[in-house]
């Protein structure tokens, strides 16, 4: 099995900057793609960002062009940089990781990001 851990969540402002991290171990070398998926207040979760075993990120069109999605191999780590933070960012924000050939999701237990205005 995955065990996901994230840090990085906190206050900010609107218009300032965050960085997650998501430390993965246990079965690491089963993982393929990893994201980023947030939950708001009253709505459902909802993919932010998604990168390959080999580095291609993918974005939900409302934090394109602001948030950045990276991955460290070596480290087992992904990184969600948010930039230009709006109050509608606000949600609790769950790492994920994928295990394809193993048919498998596995979870964080969410950071919380709060952009204030």
């Known amino acids: 099995q995955v065990q996901l851990a994230e840090s990085g969540g906190g206050l900010v402002q609107a218009g300032g900057s965050l960085r997650l991290s998501c430390l993965a171990s246990?079965?690491?070398?089963?993982?393929?793609?990893m994201g980023w998926y947030r939950q708001a207040p009253g709505k459902q979760r909802e993919l932010v960002a998604r990168?390959?075993?080999?580095?291609?990120?993918s974005y939900a069109d409302s934090v394109k062009g602001r948030f950045t999605i990276s991955r460290d191999n070596a480290k087992n780590t992904v990184y969600l940089q948010m930039n230009s933070l709006k109050p509608e960012d606000t949600a609790d924000y769950y790492c994920?990781?994928?295990?394809?050939?193993?048919?498998?999701?596995?979870w964080g237990k969410g950071t919380l990001v709060t952009v204030s205005s």
């Open positions: 994920n990781a994928r295990a394809t050939m193993q048919g498998k999701d596995y």
């Open positions: 246990g079965s690491i070398f089963s993982i393929n793609a």
């Open positions: 990168i390959t075993s080999g580095g291609t990120p």
